[in-house]
Nanobody
Framework: QVQLVESGGGLVQPGGSLRLSCTAS????????MRWYRQPPGKERELVAY????????TYTDSVKGRFTISRDNAKAAVYLQMNILKPEDTAVYYC?????????WGRGTQVTVSS
């Protein structure tokens, strides 16, 4: 079965950096685009970043452009989110997501808290 496991979250000061990782199993990872979402406290889940199956195309929500970078390693079946110049408004639970055979799959998420 499809499994996604996020890691790398934590508490960081404003202006700091974190690198999130998501390891995948149960499907042919190299064939599928991947996404990172986040859900701030009390708000809806939102799409943060997208990467196509080979890593040649990436897109970002406007609020993270120039600060976040999505990447993937198909040999390791992993997708990453490098987050720089973090702001308090980046505080959220971050989720890895994939659509496989019309099914939506999510990891359990990793908490990112940006606070001084």
């Amino acid at each position: 079965q499809v499994q996604l496991v996020e890691s790398g979250g934590g508490l960081v000061q404003p202006g700091g950096s974190l690198r999130l990782s998501c390891t995948a199993s149960g499907f042919t990872f190299s064939s599928y685009p991947m996404r990172w979402y986040r859900q701030p406290p009390g708000k809806e889940r939102e799409l943060v970043a997208y990467i196509n199956s080979v890593g040649g195309t990436t897109t970002y929500t406007d609020s993270v452009k120039g600060r976040f970078t999505i990447s993937r390693d198909n040999a390791k079946a992993a997708v990453y989110l490098q987050m720089n110049i973090l702001k308090p408004e980046d505080t959220a639970v971050y989720y890895c997501h994939v659509i496989v055979r019309a099914g939506n799959y999510w990891g359990r998420g990793t908490q990112v808290t940006v606070s001084s």
